[in-house]
């Protein structure tokens, strides 16, 4: 496995994205299902659409905030990594 902080970024914005995408898309079928489903469910007394989509989208809001959360993990270590690269920068001899 590589250690390169670069690609270490770059894998925490792809897996950010990808909770991200994958929660959008669960909160976006949790609406067609609630329009098309949920109603008719309560109507005949049926629960399992309702807690269906209580419980898919709590799965995307939670996918949601995770990505989140990974995404400004990322933007820390980038805010690190270029204190560090900006602290070698000025620390080397100036070339006359």
Not at 66 to 77: H, S, T, V
């Amino acid at each position: 496995m590589n250690e390169d902080p670069r690609f270490m970024l770059e894998d925490m914005y792809e897996s950010a994205l990808g909770l991200r995408t994958v929660g959008w898309i669960l909160l976006v079928l949790d609406v067609m299902v609630v329009g098309l489903f949920v109603f008719i469910s309560l109507r005949d007394g049926s629960t399992l659409f309702p807690v269906w989509v209580m419980v898919q989208g709590l799965l995307g809001v939670v996918l949601i905030g995770a990505g989140i959360r990974k995404a400004r993990q990322a933007d820390q270590l980038l805010a690190r990594m270029s204190t560090h690269v900006a602290e070698r920068e000025n620390q080397s001899p100036q070339a006359a």
